[in-house]
């Protein structure tokens, strides 16, 4: 995807589009001067990530989206099996199955790990990312 882009000092705001047609994708994964960017839609927010696994490099944004697995737990203490979050979505990397949070970008277990955001903001109804400012 090529984007139209202004430049303001140090760093360059790039214009994706409306926020009202991107946000039905629920990913877009763009490169900016050659570099991979994940961009989610969650309802109204908008996050952006790089394109690099913390873990090994790989490029975590072309994952799947699934919900958090979690464990049903009974008033009793017994299992009752694994579900899904009603509203825990997950980005799994597609080299080793690390998941991060689509929404804070950190690992469910490890907070200390996580993917690196990259500013994104809806300003006057257009996605806008400023790149520049964080680069691998
Ligand atoms: S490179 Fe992403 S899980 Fe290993």
Known sequence: MSAPAMTTGASR?????????????QRMVIEVEGVGIGV??????VRAYLNICPHMGGPVCQG?????????????????GLGFSKDQMHIVCPW????????????PIDKSVGL?????????????????ETRP
Not at 13 to 25: M, N, P, S, T
Not at 40 to 45: A, D, P, S, T, V
């Open 13 to 25: 705001q790039v214009v994706l589009g409306r926020h009202e047609e991107l946000k039905i994708r």
């Open 40 to 45: 989610y839609f969650i309802g109204e927010e």
């Open 64 to 80: 799947k989206i699934m919900p958090r697995t979690l464990e049903q737990v009974a008033d009793s203490g017994k299992s009752l």
């Open 96 to 107: 080793h199955g690390f998941e991060f949070d689509m929404l804070t970008g950190r690992h």
């Open 116 to 132: 690196t955001p990259i500013p994104v903001e809806v300003s006057n109804g257009e996605v806008v990312l400023t790149v520049g």
